[in-house]
Structures are given as C-alpha cells and as structure tokens.
C-alpha cells in the first residue's frame, strides 16, 4: 500500500525541494553563491549562474511535480530524477574526491544527492514491480 504513494510522493517532495533551492537564488542570491564559494568577475558570469540555479531549478521544479500528478508521467519523471542524481553525483565526485575543492556545505549538499538517488533508483523499482 505505501509503495503506491512512494514515486509520486518522492517526485512532489523533490519539485518542492528545487522549487526551494530556485527560491533560495532568487532572494539572495549572493548569499548562496558566496556560501557555495563561487565568485564571478564578469556580469555575464552571474547572468550565467543565475540561470542555472533558478532557472534549470525551476524547470526541474515544474517537471517533478507535474509527473507526480500524472501518472503515466511518474516514471519519465523518476528516469529523470535519476540521471539527474547521477550526473549531479558524478561531477561533484570529481571536484571533491579528485580536485578536493569543497567546503561543509557541499558536502552536505553531496550527501543530500546520493540520498536523492538511491530513493529515485528505489522509486523506480517499486514503481516498475507496482504495474
């Protein structure tokens, strides 16, 4: 019975949660990016961050949580919650195991997004045996 509400729960609770981190850049963003370390020199640089961080995250946002109201959308939706926490995972791994370029922060970000794809691959597992 809870398996049933598990992928369409996971995709409301992960739109929300880059609703948020969209929201976060759109009210302070230099906060966000200062706490992230990331420095600009150049207007372009910040037109550029900006649109990563509010932008792809609000897409993202509105994708998650449209597949979690439709049904026949819930597994493109988990597909992509996966790769999108594989390939998050990934590049981080490479800046923190191999540059050792982090801070506590990103570390607590690194560990929120293998936590966000194991329950995407657990989603889509349920999912899959659900139908």
């Given amino acids: 019975m809870a398996t049933r509400f598990l992928p369409p729960a ?10 948020w981190v969209a929201w976060l850049f759109i009210s302070a963003p230099l906060t966000w990016f200062r ?22 995250m609000a897409a993202l946002a ?6 979690a109201w439709k049904r026949s959308w819930q597994m493109p939706g988990l597909a992509m919650m996966a790769v999108s926490y594989i390939t998050l995972v990934a590049s981080r791994s490479w800046g923190i195991l ?7 922060l990103i ?18 597992f349920v999912a899959r045996r659900s139908h």
């Fill in 10 to 19: 996971l995709l409301i609770i992960n739109g929300l949660l880059y609703a």
């Fill in 35 to 56: 706490a992230l370390e990331i420095s600009w020199r150049a207007s372009a640089g910040f037109t550029e961050l900006r649109a990563a961080y509010i932008g792809l």
């Fill in 62 to 67: 509105v994708f998650f949580l449209l597949c």
């Fill in 98 to 104: 191999v540059e050792q370029a982090y801070n506590t």
């Fill in 107 to 124: 570390l607590q970000i690194y560990i929120a997004e293998w936590f966000g794809l194991l329950l995407s691959l657990l989603a889509i």
